[in-house]
């Protein structure tokens, strides 16, 4: 399939936003192909050049795309849950311009024909970018470690056995040791799978609904047991969507200790709680289960502070047979690409951070974690943009996802921030951007013109 390449574009009436530098002003964005070829605040003054295409923000945000670290894609193997048109569709309308899938497909992520099929495909569909990363074992069975080298040479970013935790200490260990010779990076889904045999957080809500429990220590000691081994080899460690108070007191230490380690957290942490399960709602029935309340205070607290670098979708779709059961029997997941913007938006909105900070989250802090050339807004930079507007207010309905999982624990929830354009190199990929009646700018440049 052949892309056509853009011609020269040129956003104009712009709230420029731009993480990596600190900006956050009116502005315009010049773009030409694949590439921004300037920014500033004030690059035209009504005198385009005839062969400029124009689109005027009409005072929108205009940020570098959004960067989802974390994401299922389901295909090769499960595309009844969710395929990968269907992902991509739906990251597009989310604002999202690069993800990162995990390698718990079918077949696994442990060999390089698998990683290239799915970046062979993502680049067939030409619409969000995809990467993926790589298996820590073989069979993510956490026992052998795959052959994580070749893996990384075929384009893998970093390393993860996805929604299983390398729960062996000698073979995390051994994997650290590798990673921390070829500068690779380990992310683990931090969850002692002996005591997180329960569908839901311990406490007393779990026990008046009947229902076993996960215990947040099930969190907390497999995050301590790691930091220990990080130390041990030097190796770099991420933790995935942490979800208690004590795992950000431990990855703080662990950074003031000078260790190489990093985490994020998904949406579904800092703005749910276990109320969310209400009455056996299995749309909240999450891996790792939604915390207590003051867990979730803390979640906000650490992205405020910077102890958590980078805030994901963590996007688990399932289908529809798998939710609808009774709530132990339920599958663990939800879909999250397209109420990632929006719901995070809830941390400016309730004055928690600056708009700024939160894109940061999105942007430039995953793009720095993984080692890609993407999250800002300069020259010579990849187009890959989003125009959004943060008030535009809208309600959460499931059932008009473009995702195949149409299982969210936010459904009917009213959000505030909606995607209007989303660019991926250059090319307009999704659109809903009103028809803005004409400013006195946009008329002296189609004069110009």
Not at 61 to 75: A, K
Not at 130 to 150: D, F, H, N, P, S
Not at 359 to 369: D, Q
Request: aromatic share 6%.
């Amino acid at each position: 399939m052949s892309v056509a390449t853009p011609g020269r574009i040129a956003y104009i009436n712009a709230r420029v936003l731009d993480p990596a530098s600190g900006y956050d002003g009116p502005g315009e964005v010049l773009t030409s192909g694949e590439e921004i070829v300037d920014v500033g605040r004030k690059l035209f003054d009504g005198k385009l050049p005839a062969d400029v295409e124009v689109v005027d923000c009409a005072g929108m945000c205009l940020s570098p795309g959004l960067i989802d670290m974390r994401v299922q894609l389901r295909e090769p193997g499960e595309e009844h849950k969710e395929s990968l048109k269907t992902a991509c569709e739906a990251a597009v309308a989310s604002g999202v311009t690069t993800m990162v899938s995990l390698p718990n497909t079918n077949p696994i992520m442990d060999d390089e024909p698998t990683l290239e099929f799915v970046a062979r495909r993502a680049r067939l569909l030409a619409l969000t970018k995809v990467y993926c990363y790589g298996a820590v074992t073989k069979g993510l069975q956490g026992k052998e470690l795959a052959e994580m080298g070749l893996l990384a040479k075929a384009g893998a970013l970093a390393f993860t056995d996805a929604t299983r935790a390398i729960s062996d200490a000698q073979v995390m260990r051994r994997a650290l040791q590798y990673c921390a010779t070829f500068g690779l990076m380990i992310i683990q889904h931090p969850e002692e799978p002996t005591l997180a045999t329960g569908v839901m957080n311990s406490g007393e809500i779990a026990t008046r609904m009947g229902l076993s429990g996960i215990p947040r220590e099930a969190e907390i000691i497999m995050l301590e047991r790691d930091i220990r081994l990080v130390a041990m080899t030097g190796g770099r460690y991420h933790a995935a969507h942490i979800s208690t108070a004590d795992s950000v007191e431990i990855i703080a230490k662990a950074k003031a200790d000078g260790l190489k380690v990093t985490c994020d957290t998904a949406p579904f942490y800092f703005a749910l709680n276990e109320l969310a399960v209400g009455d056996y709602r299995t749309f909240a029935k999450l891996s790792p289960p939604l915390r207590a309340e003051e867990d979730r205070r803390a979640i906000v607290e650490g992205l405020k502070s910077g102890v958590i670098d980078a805030v994901a979708s963590d996007h688990a779709p399932q289908d529809s047979d798998s939710k609808r059961l009774p709530f132990p029997q339920a599958a663990f997941g939800g879909s999250g690409l397209e109420t990632l913007l929006a719901v995070s938006l809830d941390l400016y909105h309730n004055e928690d951070m600056s708009l700024l900070d939160v894109l940061r989250r999105l942007t430039i802090a995953p793009a720095a974690l993984l080692g890609l050339e993407a999250g800002r807004l300069a020259k010579g930079r990849k187009a890959d943009l989003t125009v959004f507007d943060p008030d535009l207010g809208w309600k959460v309905i499931a059932d008009k996802f473009k995702s195949k999982s149409k299982n969210s624990p936010f459904d009917g929830r009213p959000v505030q921030g909606r995607v209007l354009r989303t660019v991926v190199d250059g090319r307009t990929v999704f659109n809903d951007m009103p028809e803005a009646a004409p400013t006195a700018e946009t008329k002296r440049a189609a004069k110009a013109r």
